[in-house]
């Protein structure tokens, strides 16, 4: 593998990539340098501390928001990641299904709408049906939002995917749940991964269709960032960014590792 | 695998834990003497309030914070449901109630009604204070670095017509009634103004300040201040507390043509389900003491009498809290449709 | 008819969460785009098209019409600013999904976690690091002195460049991540029987690498150019806030404007455009695949 890798690389798209992660992490890493800072001011440096950490840990309602958007981004990363991938599967390789277009328009649909739109018509639509399951609201909104994110990256692998590997498999009389199982799956895996990851990050950063949906004692993190910052930013809100980034990289490490060790 | 289907069986059981763990979070456990959750906007509930409160009633207290009135309005009237205090500025207070999206609490009859300052019982947004109480009160103008600009600040002429010290250094907030009351009372013209040329005038005032302006944002003011983005930012008296304090050159101004001023105000939504623990709340913060918690921590007068004793020095000191004898102070106004719409075209075509 | 049904079991999850909560949503909409604004918000029971005409006309004083171009040159604008995005997003991010495409596949899976990991943080958090390294008396300006390249700092925050910047920030991970992901299995052997013809790195590239990699740059393509039609963030905190877009406009008529229909009318606009793309481009595509299919 190593040798013909030459034959694949591009010159200048090694040196485009790294200068992608500097200008992709510059942000971050002042923003966790004002973490540490000894004032008030997310912004002017003025010495080492650690009472923005000690704060933050102490801030119920920061932990609460935190811990609000943690549940309501996993479940509906997962939601939206399955109900993608069988729509994507369903569409992709099943020939009787017709009017595919139509099907695919509608997995567009959330996408389509301004936010603030869709957050004020879906709260009142969740009020006319009465629908009151805390941060249920939430899931269910940010699920259906999140699909066509996690839709989009799988479809394209399944485009793009040798489809001569099925066909073996089910000349070879496997069922054809085993050759969803040991073949398309495995296969599909890097674009249900890619999937995953965007409908994660549009879930955990939303911002507008959560503060319309939210109910009483479902506040996240990014209503309580949103409307900290009328008052400026102080390092309190570097120092929990930060903690949720170091829980990221740990993410980023084990699956690293595990990877590794196949 | 067989690897592969022992992780998946695990996915699905930590799938099926975290579920049923979210459904007990969802149904979270009632204390004792009942739940009480406040609507409020941010950083604008002192955490010592809470606690006092939470430990002589037993009541348990969830906050969530909301940034603008309309942000409230827009969730209120389309049903937002399980808070049991809000907190509309009075400009809003009459929308409200018209649109039935408070309830009664009937204010003057509770005894410690007596306890609100004169201007504060009965005000214009609500007659006999059947809907609210006052929460805290304050003005709007600008703080201005005297460092850069060492002139006269009190007056409109220094935002507007900027001096060549301040071109440039110019910070507005985003949001059309705020900019345009303040251009309104700058150009002697009445406010939530229905009258289409005088609304011109405004858009002129506002289009020659433009050039200079260099930013229009209603958020992170303090630190445009303190970095020295800006000399001069359109602010909120008790947030001019704070820029002060980080750096102390900072002056808020109480412009001789007439002061902006708000007060935002405790009411409880329609069908609140601890509609007695809200009333308790309001009776509390009819307290002097309590209240006087909630003005040390954001730096706003409040309208109970007495509370004054209970100010930390540094706030009865406060510059920003006592404007000059004969400012006008301009109370904002609830605007009318036509207004509005006003509004909305001068402030479109100023962005446009 | 069983079977039949079975066929569309796998679509019918996605289909029916998005049908019940988005489509009678949509329903909502378009319904309060067609009604009258309530001066405090919220809507009157009464038909009118007044929201659609007020998109293009204004009625004076004297309750004449007349031809009104604001809200025109906001949608355009916003329109403009969202492809330049989809264009900038795309040259900056093929590179380097190519890249991650072609590395062994567990440092290829580490460097795609990487790229997510600054989206934990939150996209105000984001766009605020920026406005430190750029403003007057920034990382980038200071350094610039220090070096004594320049005297007075060079005006880099609330410039376009500085808008462009903070959108690229937020929305290349949609284009990455779909582009990584139809290359990531890219046969060698295409690579190798194109150089073995004798054709150069950058004939290849266009020839083979870059239609092979056409269904990830069209999803990545639609994942940004929809958001960043209503993004406002950065260019409110990077730009200044000097000019509207269309996602503050529309946001404008929830809050202060209170003017429901026509928000919701904008959004009904945005809509028909975005689908109306989508369609064409679905027809071509599907025009392309018909030719294309030639194994």
Redesign the interface.
């Known amino acids: 593998m190593a040798q013909k890798t030459d034959i694949r690389t591009l010159p200048g798209f090694r040196l485009a990539t790294i200068g992608f992660f500097i200008y992709l992490y510059i942000p971050l890493l002042i923003l966790v340098v004002f973490s540490f800072n000894a004032t008030h001011s997310a912004t002017v440096w003025d010495g080492f501390s650690l009472n923005w950490y000690a704060k933050a840990f102490d801030n119920s309602d920061i932990r609460r928001a935190a811990w609000n958007s943690l549940v309501v981004a996993t479940f509906a990363t997962i939601f939206a990641t399955s109900f993608a991938t069988m729509a994507a599967l369903a569409l992709a390789r099943n020939h009787q299904i017709k009017h595919k277009p139509v099907f695919n328009g509608v997995l567009m649909l959330p996408l389509m709408v301004p936010e603030i739109v869709t957050a004020v018509a879906t709260l009142t639509f969740f009020s006319v049906i009465g629908l009151s399951l805390g941060l249920g609201n939430i899931i269910i909104a940010h699920t259906v939002f999140c699909i066509p994110f996690a839709y989009l990256p799988i479809r394209a692998r399944l485009h793009g995917m040798d489809k001569n590997m099925e066909i073996a498999a089910q000349d070879l009389y496997a069922s054809k749940w085993a050759t969803l199982r040991y073949v398309t799956l495995p296969l599909l895996t890097p674009g249900i991964i890619s999937g995953a990851m965007l409908a994660f990050i549009i879930s955990i950063d939303d911002f507008i269709i959560t503060l319309m949906v939210a109910e009483a004692g479902s506040t996240t993190l990014p209503i309580y960032i949103y409307s900290l910052v009328r008052i400026g930013i102080t390092p309190e809100v570097n120092a929990v960014s930060t903690i949720l980034l170091c829980i990221s990289i740990i993410f980023v490490t084990i699956s690293y590792l595990v990877e590794k060790k196949r | 695998m067989g690897k592969a289907s022992k992780m998946d069986l695990q996915k699905r059981n930590t799938l099926i834990a975290g579920i049923t763990a979210t459904i007990i979070a969802c149904t979270s456990p009632a204390s004792a003497d009942g739940d009480l959750f406040i609507y409020n906007w941010t950083d604008y509930t002192a955490p010592d309030l809470i606690t006092k409160f939470e430990s002589e009633t037993g009541i348990s207290v969830t906050l969530d914070t909301y940034d603008t009135n309309e942000t409230l309005l827009a969730k209120l009237k389309s049903g937002a449901k399980g808070y049991d205090i809000v907190v509309p500025s009075h400009n809003f207070v009459e929308i409200f109630v018209t649109e039935g999206l408070l309830q009664k609490i009937n204010a003057a009859d509770m005894p410690s009604y007596k306890n609100l300052t004169a201007n504060f019982k009965s005000p214009p947004w609500d007659k006999d204070n059947q809907y609210t109480i006052p929460w805290q009160w304050g003005t709007t103008s600008f703080t201005v670095d005297t460092e850069v600009y060492d002139g006269d600040i009190n007056t409109y002429e220094i935002l507007f017509q900027p001096p060549s010290e301040l071109q440039g250094k110019i910070g507005m907030f985003k949001s059309a009634d705020e900019v345009i009351s303040m251009a309104q009372i700058s150009l002697g013209l009445s406010l939530c103004n229905e009258n289409p040329e005088e609304m011109r005038q405004v858009l002129d005032l506002l289009q020659t300040q433009k050039p200079f302006v260099k930013v229009y944002n209603s958020d992170g003011i303090l630190e445009r201040l303190t970095s020295g983005d800006t000399a001069i930012h359109q602010n909120w008296n008790g947030y001019s507390i704070r820029a002060r304090e980080a750096k102390a050159s900072m002056r808020y101004a109480f412009p001789k043509e007439g002061v902006i001023t708000w007060a935002d105000n405790l009411a409880i939504p329609k069908g609140a389900k601890n509609l007695d623990n809200a009333l308790k709340f309001i009776k509390f913060m009819m307290q002097p003491e309590n209240i006087a918690i909630q003005s040390n921590f954001a730096g706003y007068s409040n309208g109970i009498t007495g509370s004054q004793e209970f100010f930390t020095d540094k706030l009865k000191a406060a510059q920003e809290l006592s404007p000059p004898e004969g400012t006008p102070m301009v109370f904002t106004k609830t605007c009318s449709e036509k207004a509005i719409k006003l509004q909305s075209k001068v402030w479109t075509t100023l962005l446009q | 008819m069983i079977n039949?049904i079975k066929?569309?079991?796998?679509?019918m999850?996605?289909?029916f969460?998005?049908?019940f909560?988005?489509?009678?949503?949509?329903l909502?909409?378009v319904t309060?785009s067609l009604l009258e604004?309530n001066?405090?918000?919220?809507v009157n029971w009464n038909l009118t098209t007044e929201a659609y005409t007020k998109i293009l006309y204004?009625r004076?004083?004297f309750d004449e019409i007349s031809f009104n171009s604001?809200?025109l040159?906001?949608i355009f604008r916003s329109i403009w600013i969202a492809l330049i995005t989809v264009i900038l997003c795309l040259v900056?991010?093929f590179?380097?999904a190519?890249?991650?495409a072609?590395q062994?596949?567990?440092r290829r899976?580490?460097l795609?976690?990487?790229?997510?990991?600054?989206?934990?943080?939150?996209?105000?958090?984001?766009t605020?690091?920026?406005?430190?390294?750029l403003?007057?008396?920034g990382?980038v300006n200071n350094s610039l002195q220090v070096f004594g390249i320049t005297d007075t700092p060079v005006k880099l925050?609330?410039t376009e460049g500085a808008i462009a910047l903070g959108l690229i920030?937020t929305y290349i991970?949609?284009m990455i991540?779909?582009?990584?992901?139809?290359?990531?299995?890219?046969d060698?052997k295409l690579?190798?029987a194109s150089?073995d013809l004798y054709a150069t790195?950058?004939i290849t590239?266009r020839k083979i690498i870059l239609p092979?990699?056409m269904?990830?740059i069209?999803?990545?393509s639609?994942?940004v150019f929809?958001?960043a039609l209503?993004a406002f963030i950065a260019p409110?905190?990077l730009g200044?806030?000097?000019?509207?877009m269309?996602?503050s406009?529309?946001?404008?008529q929830?809050?202060?404007?209170?003017?429901?229909p026509f928000?919701?009318a904008?959004?009904v606009i945005?809509?028909i455009v975005?689908?109306l793309a989508?369609?064409l481009y679905?027809r071509n595509a599907h025009k392309n695949n018909s030719e294309g299919t030639i194994h």
């Open positions: 039949k066929q569309y079991v796998g679509i999850p996605a289909i969460v998005i049908g909560f988005m489509f009678i949503p949509i909502i909409i309060y604004a001066p405090y918000g919220g204004e004076d004083l604001a809200y040159v906001i900056a991010g590179p380097v190519y890249y991650i072609i062994p596949p567990s899976n580490f795609i976690l990487l790229i997510t990991v600054p989206f934990w943080t939150n996209l105000l958090i984001r605020y690091s920026w406005i430190l390294v403003r007057d008396t990382l925050l609330y920030y991970p949609f991540l779909p582009i990584y992901a139809s290359l990531e299995r890219l060698v690579i190798e150089r790195r950058w590239l092979l990699s269904p990830g069209v999803a990545g639609i994942l929809i958001p209503g409110e905190l200044g806030g000097q000019k509207l269309l996602g406009l529309v946001q404008l929830f809050s202060s404007a209170r003017n429901w928000g919701s904008l959004a945005i809509l975005v689908m989508l369609m679905a």
